[in-house]
Each structure stands twice: as structure tokens, then as C-alpha cells.
């Protein structure tokens, strides 16, 4: 039924936040884990009958380690890349130069620590002295390393790209409904003071014309002003609760004009069906306004349910002297609240005789 609104907090990467010894405890032993599961599907691959013997471990092990440093040392530099560069060249502002200034800073990172560790693990292996290190050899040994830098750096770049595609469409999303939630309560708030006042001038009238007239005014009045104030928080209403404030504002109107009003009610099943409050109030209150009501020409108002739509009809009889619009309430206001809830709109027509409003029933969502 209304369109979806999805209320989230964008993450700000380029705010710090405070961490507990816990959470780096914890995170510090999935790097470890995580890397040396790298480590050792490295090993698998690369010597699976290594792995079936005493020997063959103590043999591998060295190579183990080897590849859990350049591991976590590529892992921890793709890791920082992503972080800094976050803050600093955001995938949705600057795509192009995202990729590129990633793709540079972590290939020079990725040969230039391959390459110490290389250099470090050859050493204490032996395989050279510090008078005599072959810097050219050891580059070429630097080749692998490079290239699982590169599967992290699609892996981190995939993934920085994807969290913040994913928050600015949540962000876009937040903003969008904040600014629906705004626009539909401006309307609802222009509802309140319009029924008061009119509500007001009305009872004025009568406290001239009829001192019983004008005690029983208030009395029903203050009934529909309960639900008024009931109802001024909510976006739909049940079908059957507007249509009971309906009947109720008709019998206010009722001690007003007496044999002048006629009104009438076909409904079947309102279960299930909701609209935006006080619609029904507005109609029924720009009919009164807009026609004549007299002994002579009674104005006739039905209200009838036809499937999922409800048909507010009145006899068209207009005043000679026209009405000032009051502010774009009225049909305007429920018009844009239904723009704002529904694919569906109200529906108005007119005839020589009628003047007709067919309000959709709208269905709650199923979660």
C-alpha cells in the first residue's frame, strides 16, 4: 500500500570511534585466524603431499610462515588503503580517481614490503650476505607476492565500493523519507487549527440564533475534537473509525441546519481498509460550504462503498457568491496525502447534478 520507507543511519567512516580492549582483542584474533587460513590453503595448493608426513610439515613450515607475513602484510596494506582513502576520495564523488589512486598506492606498497620481506626471510635463511645482496634476484621472487597483493586489492576495492554504494543508497533513502515524514506531517498539521476555526465560526453563529442549539453544538463538538486530537499523530485510520467520526460530524452539522442537510451511508465491509484521517471531514465540510442548504433545496450528501474505493457524492446546488479557497485545504490537502502514502489517487468528477470524490480504501503491507 504506501511506498516503501526505509529509516537507517548513515555510517561516517571519517569519524573515529572509540573501540574496548575487547573489540580489538577480538579483531586482532580474526586477522590471525584469517590470514593464516590464507596461509595455509597457500601450502595446500602449492605442496598437498607435504602435508601428508612429520617430515613434510617441518619442511613446509618455513614456507608457511613465509607466506603468513607477505599474508598479513598485504591483508593489514589493502585493509589501510581502503581506510584512508575512505575519507579522503569517496567511492560515489570520485570514482575514476579512486580507482586509479588505489591501484597505485597498493601495487607501490605491495612492492615494496613484498620485497623487504623477501629480503629479510632470504637472509636469515642464509642464502646471501648483507655485503653481497642480489637485489635483482630477489625481485623475482617478489612476482607471487605481488600478484596475491592484487586479489586483495580487487577484494578490498570490490568490497569499499559495495559498503559505500550500499550507504549512500541508505543515506538517499533516510533523506527521502525524512522528507516525506516532513511534507506529510506540514499537512496533517494545517487540519487541527482549519477544523477549530471553522468549527468556531459556526458556534458563533449559532450563539446568536439559538442558545439550545449552540449547548448541543458543544457538546457534540467536543466528541469529534477527542478524535481529532486522537488521530492527528497517524498517518491511516481504520475505515470504520473515520466513518463513525463522519456520522458524528453529520449530526453536528445536523443541529446546525436541521431539515436542510440529508444525508445517507451504504456500507458494507470496512475491515481492513484505511484511510488518511479526517478525508471524510474535508469533503463533507466542503460540500456544506460550497452549497446551498435550505428547507426549499436540502443538500444531500451519500457516502457508499464500491469494491476498494469509498463514493462521497452531494447534490450540486452552488452558492451565488463564491467561496475563497482557505489556504489550499481541502481537496489539494488530501490529494498530496495520498500522493505521499499510495501509488493511488483520488478520483473527482462532476455532473450537472453531482459533485462526486472517490477516495481509495488503502491495505496495510504485509511485513
Known amino acids: ?6 529509516l537507517a543511519n548513515l555510517h561516517d567512516m571519517s569519524k573515529v570511534r572509540p573501540y574496548s580492549s575487547d573489540s580489538i582483542f577480538k579483531s586482532f584474533w580474526k586477522f590471525i585466524l584469517l590470514n593464516v587460513g590464507i596461509a595455509t590453503f597457500l601450502i595446500v595448493v602449492l605442496c598437498p603431499q607435504c602435508l601428508t608426513s612429520w617430515e613434510g610439515l617441518r619442511a613446509v613450515f618455513p614456507d608457511f610462515v613465509f607466506s603468513f607475513l ?13 581506510t584512508i582513502l575512505d575519507s579522503r576520495l569517496p567511492w560515489v564523488k570520485f570514482p575514476l580517481a579512486r580507482l586509479l589512486v588505489t591501484a597505485i598506492v597498493y601495487i607501490i606498497y605491495c612492492l615494496f614490503f613484498s620485497y623487504l620481506i623477501v629480503l629479510i626471510v632470504s637472509y636469515l635463511k642464509g642464502q646471501f650476505e648483507l655485503s653481497n645482496i642480489p637485489w635483482k634476484a630477489l625481485l623475482e621472487f617478489t612476482k607471487t607476492p605481488v600478484i596475491i597483493g592484487l586479489c586483495f586489492m580487487a577484494f578490498f576495492t570490490a568490497r569499499s565500493w559495495l559498503y559505500e554504494w550500499r550507504n549512500a543508497a541508505i543515506e538517499a533513502e533516510q533523506l527521502k523519507s525524512e522528507n516525506i515524514a516532513s511534507q506529510y506531517q506540514s499537512l496533517k498539521d494545517q487540519l487541527n487549527p482549519h477544523f477549530l476555526f471553522n468549527s468556531l465560526n459556526v458556534l458563533s453563529n449559532l450563539v446568536y440564533e439559538n442558545a439550545d442549539k449552540s449547548a448541543a453544538f458543544i457538546q ?13 499523530q497517524e498517518e491511516l485510520v481504520g475505515l470504520d473509525q473515520e466513518i463513525g467520526f463522519a456520522e458524528n460530524y453529520l449530526n453536528l452539522q445536523k443541529i446546525r441546519f436541521e431539515g436542510s442537510l440529508d444525508y445517507g451511508m451504504d456500507l458494507r465491509d470496512t475491515k481492513g481498509f484505511y484511510l488518511p484521517p ?24 451519500r ?7 469509498l463514493v462521497i457524492r452531494n447534490v450540486l446546488q452552488p452558492k451565488t457568491t463564491p467561496m475563497e479557497a482557505e489556504g489550499g485545504i481541502g481537496l489539494k490537502n488530501i490529494e498530496k496525502r495520498y500522493a505521499l502514502l499510495s501509488d493511488q489517487a483520488p478520483k473527482i468528477s462532476e455532473t450537472d447534478h453531482e459533485f462526486i470524490v472517490e477516495l481509495p480504501l488503502l491495505k496495510l503491507s504485509k511485513p
Open 1 to 6: 500500500m504506501s511506498k516503501s520507507i526505509a
Open 70 to 82: 607477505i599474508s598479513s602484510c598485504l591483508s593489514f596494506g589493502g585493509y589501510w588503503t581502503d
Open 220 to 232: 457534540q463538538l467536543s466528541k469529534i475534537y477527542r478524535y481529532v486530537l486522537d488521530v492527528q
Open 278 to 301: 479526517l478525508s471524510l471531514q474535508l469533503l463533507l465540510e466542503n460540500a456544506i460550504k460550497h452549497n446551498i442548504a435550505s428547507l426549499e433545496k436540502p443538500l444531500q450528501i
Open 303 to 309: 457516502i457508499e462503498q464500491t469494491g476498494d474505493a
